[in-house]
């Protein structure tokens, strides 16, 4: 597994959206970006620190040309994507630390501090656009809905909240019941229509937009610590729709299936320390997923290697699939050829005129008269192995005669009904 060293205990990542470089926010307050290649290999691109306390969260714009950065400093600071030159300071944007920032829209980004206040951002404009503080603890995630406008909030205080970033109301679309524990992560599933929320107790909480977003509809324990990361796989895997990543505080990144729920494996080992973020690069569509802790490294864990099971048995799937065609000679697909349809004909044909023969003997005018020889040629032909005579049947026309208004019928063809 590639491990890039930091120097420095690392807070945030964020990956360029179209190249293999990644940004780490340090404790330092510095911003170092890195270069890797196929096998993982990274070089170190530039490291610069625009401020003297921690950087707590980064985010890159739409083409990946600008990096913003977010910390304790309280402060929106904006950089040179490629060469790490500062471009603008906006001091004293939060009367708190601020703990995280997403981009949203081309032009449209959020911040959250540790006093629950959420802004909202145009870089080209000095002022921030609006302002929410509807929460009273830190902002610990976001998550944003692009077809109906809307950012979801996870807080400490133990709420989820939808902003509808078009409306010009101070107050959030909707606001969760207090779910009684620190919501610490947030991730869509299936398409955006459920939300899977990290709790501090290790429980995964989720929410269903059609039935709204006051309270979750099913709970999932199993993590023995804090859920504090959450990412989705990228859609080029088959199981993506319902299939995440977590990062626990037990040092653990775990790969989780739901609906049903199932524990897929351990995707990386940070040890003792927590993990605090993960993401998957080119814009959550590459095959590198990062994950970074309290250990001073930046772990990168190839997704290829990971799931390939997965891939080895959707190959196995489709050729199985090929193999169950119908040839040309069979339209039916069951594998019968002709000549095996004229043997049967044959052995048929040999079962008629075998019964015919016993009837004669046994029965009679009286057969004939009652119509039995229609019955007969079904009966042979449901029958294509040896013919096994009925014991009790034998005895009972040993005992008495066969009367004229009965049917006399061989015993297999009622053992066949």
Known sequence: MPEIKTGAQVFDIAFHPSEPVVFTGLLTGGIKAFRYDEQGNSQEGFSVRPSKRSCRGLATNEDGSQLFAVGKGKALHTLDAATGKLIDSRLGVHQAPINRIKRLKPHLLCTGDDDGVVKLWDPRKPEALKSYSHHFDFISDFMWIDGKRQLV???????????DVRSNKPTPFAHSEDQEDELLSIVPIRGGEKTVVGTQTGILSIFNRT?????CVDRVPGHPHSIDALCALPASYPSSHSTILTGSSDGLLRAVQLFPTKL?????????FPIERIAVDMGGTGRWVG????DEVLRLTDLREVFEDENKDRDADEAVEGDMEPRNDDPSGLGVDEGSEDRQGENARDDDSETEERHKTEGGKDSDEDGSSDEEPQAGKRRRKGKTEDPLATDKKKKRKIRKDEVVADPSFFAEL
Do not use: R
């Not at 909030?153 to 902003?163: H, M």
């Open 153 to 163: 909030v996870t807080s400490g205080d133990g709420t989820l909240s939808v902003i």
């Open 211 to 215: 039935s709204g977003w006051g309270d």
């Open 264 to 272: 897929l494996g351990v995707v990386a080992d940070h040890g003792a």
């Open 291 to 294: 994950s970074i802790g309290h």
